[in-house]
């Protein structure tokens, strides 16, 4: 007789197996069994956070910056319910997670019994697939198909729904070297002539970009190396996505910064006239094509996905590469070394004019403001904090508004892995728990969350899972008061009608960080910023930072409603000349 | 919309609509309708029908025939999403005009009159290989097979005979010669 095990035993055999280290989760009534094994499992570590989103963010922050799997375990109804937007956020921005959820004991589904709710059933258009148990049997083999669904391809994220009595049932566990490996879709679809045909395009291209995204971070590191390789052979220039950024230096002169509503003048105008468009692990967001009849009219597009279905989905193209992005590059820079190793000479020479045109659009330098000795303009907040961290291996994250786009505009990434921010989903509360994920899975580097007052109040209560955890997280927020987008796109769009943006009773940010334990810090005027931000830095504990920024200041330039990439708008001078048509304001 | 301030952009042209028949293959499992299924409600599309069984009791696959309309980008974005959940095993896709594969459904009628009435239903019906089910003195159960347009006009056209109730399956679909959709 094989020894039989429990349910709850059997998860953590899995979760051993899959050399997972730490979990993020909350008890609850369907779960006991499964917290009540814990004790056992040395290797595992649990992190208690204090909402059940929270620990879906902090499982985002822990995948992205590590490129491993986050884990969450949560309780039955709202245990599940609360963990919904952090699962859907994961899907947009293709984030692996393992969700794992007690359920009521399966003789009650659908009963509505006490905390049940259709987990599975609310949880199917937000994840890559998901499981409901319903044999003991049957659940080593689906942890371990769990792991592989989250991990591989597009990752995204699972769930396994663990009816409370299938916990405590017994079965064999068979260690997964017996196991027969259980097939997984092919990924790599894309030949030698694909390629062929892409080092052909870029042979006969005068004006080229590279337009890369997110899904080169989720390729791994190596698939960074390789695109700066291939850029720096090819000498074409490159534009990044919002997930992009890190994957090439923001440093370098071939990059032209990000692209899009918030992108670079020089990005957007590259990107509308250019002739040939390579697209590098990117989706063609609405955010990024601006309007899409007039979007990059005059160029031949490549689409490098390893997402089937994310080709000619929102444009066109003509060359399509289904692959992993470190398989195709490696492929393509073999390739141009193998054909053809002029390339470089040739094709610097037939782009030179290009780039004397990309020389003219950055001279606009769109992403310059009228800087204050009275005031902190948010700007220059980030502009600091980059410049006083840069010499140190930093990772960012950010909540969803302004300071956002502020912090991926003037933070300059050099590593991939090193920048967290919800961009599909664009959900405000995201950074602060990111960044208990991020710093467990980076112990000793700095972690700073550039944060805006309103973005943070949303899930503030994980400050005390920061605490709990000595987590010296820095959670940075430029605060105007206003939930500062909505109140620029009142400003431009609607009459200056500021409905509901402006918060009237915030709480003091330093007291706050007081009574959770850690430290406040508040910066009133430009003067004082690089000595608080130095102080900041220096803590070794949790710390909020209050920094008092200009009210009034808007994001800029900005692709105002219903134009092409174009017509941008640049900073306050700009604007005069630029007024938004009416027609253009339902369009944003 | 067009009135309206939203954060988003406006519809450009619309495509044309196109009817289309998708077969998928799939692990006969509990939720596998509804996983497939809502990629087409998420979308705001309606299957006009629906046809699932399972086929293949050892490897255990269900079939499950679709009918719906829409524009064609729409409908390969579709496609491509069926393809990526995990209990789909493969997909066809094909137009409505397309002569290569037989669409058929299956329709019961209840007639109720005379045998004058039921023997004039039988003889609308021969196109349709009518077969009688069910016959009393003074109604039938008639089953037929067709196209849908064809059981559509049927319906209309025997409410003079005394048809009083109608039954009808979703399309299911086959190609045409020794081939298999592979």
């Known amino acids: ?588 | 919309m067009a009135k309206s301030k939203s954060a988003y952009s406006i519809p450009s042209k619309i495509g044309k609509l196109e009817t289309h028949i998708l077969v998928v293959w799939v692990d006969n499992e509990a939720s596998v309708l509804s996983r497939v299924v809502g990629l087409f409600s998420g979308r705001g599309y309606n299957i006009e029908s629906l046809a699932v069984a399972e086929v293949d009791q050892k490897e255990n696959l269900s079939r499950i025939t679709i009918v719906t309309t829409g524009t064609p980008e729409v409908i390969k974005q579709i496609v491509l999403q069926l393809k990526k959940l995990v209990p789909v095993h493969k997909v066809a896709n094909f137009k409505r005009e397309d002569k290569n594969v037989i669409f058929k459904e299956m329709a019961l009628f209840k007639i109720v009159g005379n045998s004058s009435k039921i023997k004039k239903t039988l003889n609308a019906c021969k196109k349709f290989n009518p077969v009688i089910l069910d016959q009393t003195n003074k109604s039938a159960v008639i089953q037929i097979t067709a196209m849908r347009r064809e059981i559509d006009k049927m319906t209309k056209n025997l409410k003079s005979h005394g048809l009083i109730s109608v039954s009808r399956t979703g399309a299911v679909a086959m190609t045409r010669g020794a081939g298999i959709f592979n």
């Open chain 1, 1 to 588: 007789m094989p020894k039989l095990y429990t349910g709850a035993e059997i998860l953590f055999k899995c979760l051993e197996e899959q050399k997972v280290k730490h979990i993020f989760g909350y008890p609850g009534g369907a779960v006991l069994p499964i917290y009540d094994e814990l004790k056992n499992h040395s290797s595992v570590k649990h992190i208690l956070v204090r909402h059940e989103q929270g620990a879906g963010h902090a499982a985002e922050g822990y995948a992205r910056s590590s490129g491993k799997p986050g884990v969450v375990l949560v309780t039955s109804g709202p245990g599940a319910t609360n963990v919904v937007t952090a699962l859907t956020d994961a899907y947009m921005d293709s984030v692996p997670l393992v969700c794992i959820s007690g359920q009521v004991p399966t003789h009650l589904i659908g009963t509505d019994a006490f905390q049940e709710c259709d987990t599975t059933g609310i949880t199917r258009p937000c994840t890559k697939h998901n499981w409901l148990v319903k044999d003991v049997k049957d659940l080593q083999r689906i942890m371990y198909q769990a792991f592989k669904v989250a991990t591989t391809g597009r990752p995204g994220p699972v769930l396994v729904d663990i009816p409370k009595d299938i916990q405590f049932a017994k079965a064999k566990y068979v260690s997964l070297k017996k196991e027969k490996k259980i097939e997984i879709k092919n990924k790599n679809r894309f030949n030698q002539k694909d390629i062929d045909q892409l080092i052909e395009l870029m042979n006969k291209a005068s004006k080229p970009i590279f337009y890369t995204g997110g899904g080169v971070v989720n390729s791994g590191p190596k698939a960074s190396e390789l695109l700066r390789e291939l850029v720096a052979l090819t000498g074409f220039p490159i534009t990044s996505t919002l997930q992009g950024l890190g994957s090439y230096p923001g440093d370098d002169n071939q990059f032209l910064g990000m692209l899009g509503m918030h992108g670079t003048y020089e990005a957007n105008n590259a990107m509308h006239d250019c002739d040939l468009l390579i697209n590098i692990g990117a989706r063609f967001d609405d955010r990024i094509t601006g309007k899409i009849d007039e979007f990059s009219p005059k160029s031949k597009k490549v689409h490098i996905d390893i997402d089937p279905s994310s080709i000619n989905k929102i444009i066109k193209v003509d060359l399509a590469i289904v692959g992993d992005v470190t398989d195709v590059i490696n492929s393509t820079t073999k390739t141009l070394k193998k054909k053809n190793l002029n390339l470089e000479k040739s094709n610097k020479q037939k782009i030179s004019k290009w780039w004397q045109q990309i020389q003219k659009w950055r001279t606009k330098q769109s992403l310059n403001f009228i800087n204050s000795d009275k005031i902190i303009k948010p700007q220059y907040a980030v502009q600091r904090l980059y410049e006083l961290t840069k010499n140190q291996d930093t990772f960012i994250t950010t909540e969803v508004g302004q300071h956002q786009m502020w912090a991926a505009q003037h933070y300059k990434f050099n590593k991939p892995n090193r920048w967290m921010t919800s961009g599909g989903l664009g959900t405000m509360g995201y950074g602060l728990p990111a960044a208990v994920g991020v710093q467990l899975a980076h112990p000793k580097k700095l972690v700073v969350d550039i944060a805006g007052e309103a973005s943070v109040l949303m899930t503030m209560q994980e400050m005390s899972t920061a605490v709990q955890y000595n987590l010296p997280i820095k959670i940075f927020i430029l605060n105007n008061q206003y939930m500062g987008m909505v109140r620029q796109w009142q400003e431009l769009l609607h009459e200056k009608n500021y409905s509901e943006s402006y918060t009237e009773a915030l709480p003091d940010f330093v007291k706050l960080a007081e009574a959770y334990g850690c430290v406040g810090i508040r910066a009133k005027n430009p003067d004082e910023l690089d000595e608080k931000i130095q102080e900041m830095i220096n803590v070794d504990k949790p710390v909020i930072f209050d920094c008092h920024v200009d009210q009034a200041e808007n994001c800029f330039p900005m692709i105002p409603s219903g134009k092409p990439h174009n017509q941008m708008l640049l900073g306050p001078k700009d604007q005069e000349e630029n007024k938004i048509t009416s027609k253009g304001k339902v369009l944003v």
